[in-house]
């Protein structure tokens, strides 16, 4: 990825927005906090081209010439995340048409049309100027293209290069009407141009409602592909200069407009932006650390972006308590990130950022708590050298996350809007997280062999191949978790006929005849293992074909039907849990599954030293595991070392089983010594 010696540590730094004074301040102010590397140029375009002709980069230049001479390294943006005002007044086609058909004028950012010819001609041509101008520049240790893109575009433009992407798609009309089930609403088209865009003007009745699921679930596609097509288009032009260029995008976690794992494909590392919301609980944040790591196979990733305190952006903007931004930076690297970057070096004075968390305050100097505290890790980071970087996190077991089924399932019209793609998902990975059992988020596409136990929450949709993939895995000795919602529809949500869960039900062994959707607040129950749990959401009336039942409904007039169910599959097995439970069951359930099949927890939770809150990690490097200890709670709580080793943040040892107490918010990190085999 970038320079690795250590991890590095900075963020992104505007000095276009204040005087060529202040900068040589907070040169001084950045080497103080340990910082080692600044993002720069993420919003400069209209100051680098003032008109078609005219490109400016003696500031810029400026800027590098001083970064460079305080020692630090860069990531450079491309600034193509917000077009000039000028771009906007004279060629309209760059902006966008929102999803209930208003053409919006110059404002904002993430506002260029992704198929819009201005767009596609400028951004890269002024990526290439930059390539050009700073191939040489060696400080430059990652290109960092555009920022967070996102959204949608609905305009004219867009709906012409749908079509194309329909074509090449479908070939054929034919298949389109087929896949769409067009006879449906006697909507069959006979021209090609005959299509239009799905929103509020058509066959949307409101955000992610349609009347269409067929045609809406492509608009998704395209416009995730529309918006990469643009981030190659950067990628390949830095390449032409700078073939040996490391190159991202800073993506945001569980963002749902674009499907990541695509995106991974294209990037040298994923980096990503983690600013987790005043609700979101450490398994939460853990779980878009995870999915960022496993865009690309475990490879580590970059922390590109976190506040140093506060946000901006929410309803209530809450500070970090003390402890809170080292908790969460390691947090991040205890999940797989090798940098800890921060959004912003130096706070703006005006717009809407201006009360946004920043490294350097208002007040301008460093005799801030926020500061310190930058300061701190800083310094810690320096002192860990690159003992983590380049490790990488073992999982024995995964989870199967799936954009086309998040789009998908809410698309979906019928049988329960309360049913959320992440909020199901997020019941299987806390489940796994409370268990201290590492997790991989893969996708359809990943090897399912590498893994002893694979969830596949809500798999509703299959793709080609998949329900294949998924029997040969059974079949070699895995184990495998499916839920209600799985197995309906193909690629292009056409139904499966012949009996759900359709291409799964020979791996599952059972037939699911109906599906009772019940209220939020309404239940039925059943007993697993002695104890009662309850059925909701969903629940599937369902006979068993080869699989017996674990668990039955307890009540309704489906009482003592199957709710819970094991299919012995070659030499593995495959459950199916009908309705969704609660936290307890899926804890229980989870643990039992990993013990079954001999994965064990890196802790064990019955422990009753291991207070709730504290998260456990393992990397691993050259043969080393370097264990994470993460204690969430804000306040102490006493943790049985689980290896010997040497604590890398204290230098003590440890000895395994020892009582260790950890402050509020206190993090430890322990190469455990080499196991004698
Ligand atoms: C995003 C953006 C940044 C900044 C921060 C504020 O992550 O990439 O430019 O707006 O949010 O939280
Ligand atoms: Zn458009």
């Known amino acids: 990825m970038m320079s690795m010696k250590k991890i590095p540590y900075g963020g992104d730094y505007n000095p276009e927005q204040w005087a060529p004074e202040v900068w040589d301040e907070d040169m001084r102010l950045l080497k103080l906090a340990g910082i080692d590397i600044v993002t720069l140029n993420v919003f400069n375009w209209a100051s680098l081209q003032r008109d078609e002709e005219t490109y400016d980069f003696s500031k810029l230049d400026q800027i590098i010439e001083k970064v460079t001479k305080a020692d630090l390294n860069i990531c450079m943006g491309t600034s193509t995340a917000a077009h000039p005002a000028w771009m906007a007044k004279k060629y309209p086609d760059i902006l966008r048409t929102e999803w209930n058909g208003m053409k919006r004028k110059f404002g904002g950012r993430h506002n260029s049309c992704p198929n819009s010819p201005t767009f596609q001609k400028y951004s890269v041509l002024l990526t290439e100027k930059l390539a050009q101008r700073y191939k040489g520049q060696k400080n430059i240790v990652a290109w960092h293209v555009n920022n967070e893109y996102g959204g949608k575009c609905f305009c004219e433009t867009c709906e012409k290069a749908f079509r194309v992407w329909l074509q090449r798609k479908y070939k054929t009309l034919e298949t389109l009407n087929h896949e769409w089930n067009t006879a449906f609403w006697g909507h069959t088209f006979y021209e090609w141009d005959e299509i239009v865009i799905p929103n509020a003007l058509s066959e949307e009745f409101a955000e992610n409602r349609t009347m269409f699921q067929g045609i809406s679930l492509d608009y998704a596609r395209f416009s995730s592909d529309s918006l990469l097509e643009n981030y190659k288009a950067e990628y390949e032009v830095i390449k032409k200069y700078i073939p040996e260029a490391v190159i991202t995008t800073n993506l945001m976690g569980t963002y749902k407009p674009l499907d990541y794992q695509k995106w991974g494909e294209y990037m040298d590392f994923i980096s990503y932006d983690n600013y987790p919301g005043n609700e ?380 260790l107490t950890m402050k509020e918010y206190a993090v430890e990190i322990i190469a455990e010594s080499s196991r004698k085999n």
Not at 291 to 297: D, E, G
């Open 280 to 659: 979101e609980t450490p398994a939460y944040i853990a779980m878009k650390h995870d999915l960022m790591r496993s865009l690309k196979q475990g490879k580590p990733f970059a922390l590109m972006e976190q506040t140093p305190s506060v946000s901006n952006w929410l309803p209530n903007n809450s500070l970090k308590r003390p402890g809170v931004l080292r908790l969460w930076s390691y947090q991040a690297v205890a999940h797989g990130a090798d940098t800890v970057m921060y959004f912003q070096m130096r706070r703006s004075l005006g717009a809407c950022e201006k009360y946004h968390g920043a490294v350097i305050d208002h007040v301008g100097n460093e005799n801030t708590r926020v500061f310190r505290e930058v300061r701190e890790l800083g310094e810690e980071l320096v002192q860990l050298g690159d003992c983590v970087t380049g490790s990488r996190y073992q999982a024995e077991a995964a989870i199967i996350f799936d954009w086309d089924n998040w789009w998908a399932v809410e698309y979906s019209a019928g049988p329960n809007q309360n049913l959320k793609y992440l909020e199901e998902f997020f019941n299987y990975y806390e489940a796994f997280h409370k268990n201290h059992v590492p997790v991989d988020l893969i996708s359809c596409k990943d090897d399912f062999k590498k893994y002893k136990v694979i969830a596949a929450p809500l798999l509703y949709l299959i793709k080609p191949g998949v329900a294949q993939a998924l029997e040969e895995f059974v079949q070699s000795g895995g184990t495998l978790i499916s839920t209600f919602f799985s197995g309906y529809v193909n690629e292009n949500d056409y139904v499966t006929p012949g009996g759900y869960p359709g291409e799964l039900r020979k791996l599952l062994g059972i037939w699911v005849e109906e599906i009772d959707s019940l209220p939020v607040n309404k239940f039925n129950h059943f007993v697993y293992k002695g104890k009662e749990y309850p059925a909701g959401m969903l629940c599937d009336l369902l006979h068993l074909e080869k699989a017996r039942s674990l668990a039955e409904y307890g009540e309704d007039f489906y009482q003592g039907m199957p709710v819970l169910t094991c299919n012995e599959f070659g030499m593995g097995k495959a459950y199916y849990v009908a309705a969704r439970s609660d936290a307890d069951f899926y804890k229980r359930f989870i643990l039992d599954l990993c013990l079954e099949t001999d994965i064990k927890p890196l802790i064990e939770i019955d422990d009753n030293t291991v207070s709730e809150g504290v998260e456990v990690t393992v990397r691993e490097k050259e043969g080393t595991r370097l264990w994470f200890l993460l204690n969430h709670n804000s306040m102490p709580v006493q943790v049985k070392t689980p290896v010997d080793g040497i604590n890398l943040l204290t230098g003590n040892e440890h000895k395994k089983t020892e009582i």
